[in-house]
């Protein structure tokens, strides 16, 4: 289990997963490193993303690295909105290459999530889209 100050690193085959436990002030978890969201690892992101919460209302997960995603990984991401939304939070995607974003584009995630691709451009509290 990830302790405050601390980062979690699950390297499942293919994998190096880090979330980066932020400051108090911002309330944001900050998760990055996955190669792929698929059936074959999306139970060890949710269960690695739900260790570290500890209290934070937002995620921003940085998909920069991210190079296959299937429905498997789609439905983590939109558990972990389902999460964030019970803390009043908001789930930010980041950065997601051309396929993933294609991706996202065709099951029309930009309703669902706030799709940037620059980290920090607003507060993430102050974007919530819509259900």
């Known amino acids: 289990m990830a302790r405050p100050g601390h980062r979690l690193d699950a390297v499942p085959q293919g994998c190096a997963a880090r979330l980066a436990l932020p400051s108090e002030p911002d309330k944001v978890l900050r998760v990055n ?10 139970e060890l992101f ?23 995603m299937d429905c498997s990984g789609l439905g983590a991401l939109i558990a972990l909105r389902s999460c964030a939304r019970r803390r009043n939070g908001v789930v930010r995607l ?14 029309r995630a930009e309703q669902m999530f706030e799709i940037v691709q620059t980290v920090g451009l ?10």
């Open 46 to 68: 949710l269960a690695g993303t739900h260790a570290a919460l500890n209290g934070h209302t937002s995620i921003e997960i940085d998909l920069s690295d991210t190079m296959v």
């Open 33 to 42: 490193g996955f190669s792929e969201l698929t059936a074959h690892n999306c």
């Open 94 to 107: 980041v950065s997601p290459i051309p396929a993933v974003r294609r991706l996202l584009e065709i099951v």
């Open 122 to 131: 607003d507060p993430i509290a102050r974007s919530q889209p819509g259900a």
